[in-house]
């Protein structure tokens, strides 16, 4: 692996290490002029590592569950220019350009082929980012996510609380809305929601320009990559039927769903972490 600058420590690098089981690496990268903070989890070398898009507004802390749930995978992660530790964005950018700046960031760290995992917003990014390395993109595993604006979306109430960085921002709001926007373990509080941090107005901002206008419907059935396609059966946020119908759209590809919410990467993080591994660790052919 290319050695890149290490982060200074600070109480935001050793905060992330200490909520995470599995040892970590926390580093900021230079790459298309932002220092972009990347969480490295070391695994076995002999497994292809696994690149994961985060949700809009997100940082590291928020994937930590899920990561220690992925076993002796060797596993990349970084905060989108404008959250969580990495540097704002100069310009607003396009999918697009954080699919290059990804391949920009494994290349800088060493990595050649990976596979992809997104969630929620970041499952747009990892559709982006197979259809554009199609040689690079192993596999693709698409969580909580839907297929841009194409979509069949939830109720405008839930949407306009998910769209405002008001619930990273004010805990007693996350608090008090949490449920309705999440559903499944949410509803009953049983979901850890700690990993929710301060999120930059701009940088959110970004995220939500970054996304307007933006479909894979037309091109999913282009993508090659085996797909593997997670949703719960109580989002309010993006109904199943959306990911009904991605799988439907991407020829080799298989959907499971979780009895939860949105966050189930985060409350059924064994679960979903087992079956992810299941899914990489499968056949290179077939469904």
């Known amino acids: 692996m290319n050695v890149a600058r ?10 992330v290490r200490n909520t995470s089981i599995r040892a970590m690496e926390i580093r ?20 292809t590592p696994l690149l994961m898009f985060n949700g809009i507004g997100s940082s590291l802390e928020l994937l930590v569950p899920f990561a220690d749930a992925l076993g002796d995978i060797e596993t990349i992660a970084f905060d ?42 970041g499952g747009a990014i990892a559709q982006q980012f197979a259809l554009q390395n199609p040689k690079r993109c192993r596999r693709l595993v698409l969580a909580a996510t839907a297929q841009g604006f194409l979509m069949m979306p939830g109720k405008l109430s839930i949407l306009a609380k998910f769209i405002t960085p008001r619930r990273f921002n004010d805990p007693d709001y996350l608090s008090s809305h ?13 979901v850890s929601i700690q990993e929710f941090r301060r999120t ?12 307007m206008g933006w479909t ?15 949703a719960g059966d109580d989002d309010p946020v993006i109904p199943l039927v959306n990911a009904k119908l991605m799988a439907g759209l991407i020829r080799n590809s298989r959907l499971h769903v979780f009895h939860d919410g949105h966050l189930f990467l985060i409350s059924n993080a064994i679960e979903a972490g087992r079956v992810v591994r299941d899914f990489l660790a499968g056949p290179e052919k077939g469904h």
Not at 28 to 47: C, F, H, L, M
Not at 200 to 210: D, E, H, I
Not at 216 to 230: A, F, G, I, K, N
């Open 80 to 121: 989108v220019p404008g959250t969580g530790e990495s540097s704002q964005a100069l310009v607003p950018y396009r999918l697009w350009m954080l699919a290059m700046l990804a391949s920009r960031l494994l290349n800088k760290l060493g990595y050649d082929k990976i596979d992809v995992l997104g969630v929620s917003w």
């Open 178 to 190: 949490a449920g309705d926007i999440y559903g499944g373990a949410a509803r009953e509080g049983s």
């Open 6 to 15: 290490e982060a200074m420590t600070d109480d935001a690098a050793t905060l």
């Open 28 to 47: 900021q990268i230079d790459v298309y002029g932002s220092t972009v903070r990347v969480a490295i989890w070391p695994g076995n070398r002999e497994k």
């Open 216 to 230: 894979s419907v037309p091109w999913l059935p282009l993508l090659r990559q085996p797909t593997l396609v997670m």
């Open 200 to 211: 930059s107005k701009r940088g959110y901002l970004m995220q939500q320009l970054a996304l």
